[in-house]
């Protein structure tokens, strides 16, 4: 199970507490963050935080932490959408395309790569919904409340 470390933002109406998590870029933990490009691409389009809604029977103070879990599995299946998905869609695509190219009597390698590039894009909307459908039914639980932070005065 992944955890993460979420902020409870408000308590919602008939059992929902509404979370927010802090995004977190792999870019930020190297040593050459600071003259790397992708670090600042990530820095400056990555959301900062995602805030989202969890069904829980207990009320939670505003500001509050909890350590809330996801399964692996729905992570692993989503990648695999969106990723892979795409590659069969484009050997699919190209298969097909030089199939129809010798069919057609054009140049097959052209009509191929076409053919290709427009599979791994239909393949690539698909799995992009079907990996959606997955996380919004994938709700995260609350796997305990880390209470609130301390809070230093000056």
Same mark, same amino acid.
């Given at each position: 199970m992944? =955890?993460?470390v979420a902020r409870v933002v #408000?308590?919602?109406?008939?059992?929902?507490?509404?979370?927010?998590?802090e995004m977190k870029s792999a870019?930020?933990?190297?040593?050459?963050?600071e003259s790397c490009g992708t670090?600042?691409?990530?820095k400056a389009f990555s959301p900062k935080v995602q805030r989202f809604s969890i069904q829980s029977e207990q009320q939670y103070a505003k500001g509050e932490r909890?350590?809330?879990?996801?399964? =692996?599995?729905?992570?692993?299946?989503? #990648?695999t959408l969106v990723y892979i998905l795409p590659l069969f869609g484009f050997f699919i695509g190209a298969f097909i395309g030089n199939l129809t190219a010798k069919l057609?009597?054009?140049?097959?390698?052209l009509f191929a790569i076409s053919a290709g590039v427009?599979?791994?894009?239909?393949?690539?909307?698909?799995?992009?919904k079907a990996a959606k459908k997955l996380e919004e039914h994938a709700q995260p639980i609350i796997i305990k409340s880390l209470g609130k932070p301390i809070e230093i005065a000056h």
């Open positions: 992944m =955890e993460e #408000a308590n919602g109406n008939s059992g929902w507490v509404v979370v927010e998590v870019c930020n933990h190297c040593e050459t963050s670090s600042a691409v990530s909890l350590k809330l879990g996801l399964p =692996e599995s729905v992570i692993l299946k989503a #990648a057609a009597e054009v140049h097959p390698d427009l599979g791994g894009f239909l393949f690539w909307t698909m799995g992009k």
